[in-house]
């Protein structure tokens, strides 16, 4: 069975940055792509950023495009989103969640394609 931790969210204001962490228990980390997904307040989840198995390829939805990175270092089985810039329509809770199945190329950016999820960590973004 595989667990996802997420961590590092929090009450900023407009313009800082932040850090989140997810940590992986299991020994299937390394072979599947990771992404975070976000879910506003009274909105339905959607997603922010995956990376490939080797940390190669990274997929950003435009919203996020030039703010966030995500980055991956499979020894430790942990997967980040540094955030820049953050903008009130940033806050949500940001989920972490481990792909279905290797994929050798741009990780997939559909939620139908990752099966295992973390608890999500809450960001606020004040303006």
């Known amino acids: 069975q595989v667990q996802l931790v997420e961590s590092g969210g929090g009450l900023v204001q407009a313009g800082d940055s932040l850090r989140l962490s997810c940590v992986s228990s299991g020994r299937t980390f390394n072979n599947f792509p990771m992404a975070w997904f976000r879910q506003p307040p009274g909105k339905e989840r959607s997603f922010v950023a995956a990376v490939s198995w080797k940390g190669h390829f990274t997929t950003y939805a435009d919203s996020v495009k030039g703010r966030f990175t995500i980055s991956r270092d499979n020894a430790e089985k942990t997967v980040y989103l540094q955030m820049n810039n953050l903008k009130p329509e940033d806050t949500a809770i940001y989920f972490c969640?481990?792909?279905?199945?290797?994929?050798?190329?741009?990780?997939?950016?559909?939620?139908?394609?990752?099966?295992?999820w973390g608890q999500g960590t809450q960001v606020t973004v004040s303006s």
């Open positions: 969640a481990r792909g279905r199945e290797i994929v050798p190329s741009a990780p997939p950016s559909s939620e139908f394609d990752y099966n295992f």
